[in-house]
């Protein structure tokens, strides 16, 4: 799941060591681990994912900055920017979240750009833009067609305006 991230064997322990405490919903101890990997090396990763962790713990300020951390280690990681569309998304500041979501989809280094262009459909279809809503998923289910939220997004859209 890692291997294409840029992080080194020792920081990559830690990492990894944050990432199941993460998924175990142990978030404190996740941001220990993913903080000691950040003091061996500082990594665009190891910020998103802790980022990500404030997320979880409803810290959606921390988690931003952590992602602006991130983008200014590596502007081409593309997770750190749909991740602040993504917390922008959550507190309803949609016009703040259209230009990260759009820089995210244009990132070279992200392997799931799918999630922007389906996290830009849902801004999208908050805002009351239907055509652009629809165009968004279909986009992302071009990328993968296998996304079940953006097919069921899209879905529901559909049914909703028929």
Not at 112 to 117: I, L, Q, R
Not at 144 to 153: G, I
């Amino acid at each position: 799941m890692f291997s294409n991230y840029k992080i080194g064997p020792e920081a990559m322990k830690f990492f990894q060591m944050g990432y199941q405490s993460q998924m175990d919903g142990k978030f404190e101890i996740a941001v220990y681990y993913y903080k000691k990997s950040l003091l061996i090396e500082d990594t665009a990763e190891g910020h998103t994912f802790l980022g990500w962790t404030y997320s979880f713990m409803g810290k959606f300020e921390d988690a931003i900055k952590e992602c602006e951390r991130a983008i200014n280690i590596d502007p081409e990681f593309g997770n750190p920017y749909n991740d602040i569309g993504s917390y922008l998304l959550q507190l309803k500041r949609y016009d703040e979240a259209i230009p990260w979501l759009e820089k995210a989809k244009k990132a070279t280094r992200y392997e799931t750009p799918e999630y922007a262009y389906c996290n830009l459909g849902r801004v999208f279809e908050l805002k009351r833009l239907w055509p652009l809503a629809i165009k968004e998923y279909e986009n992302a289910l071009k990328i993968n067609p296998e996304y079940s939220p953006a097919s069921t997004a899209l879905q529901e859209l559909l049914a909703r305006l028929n």
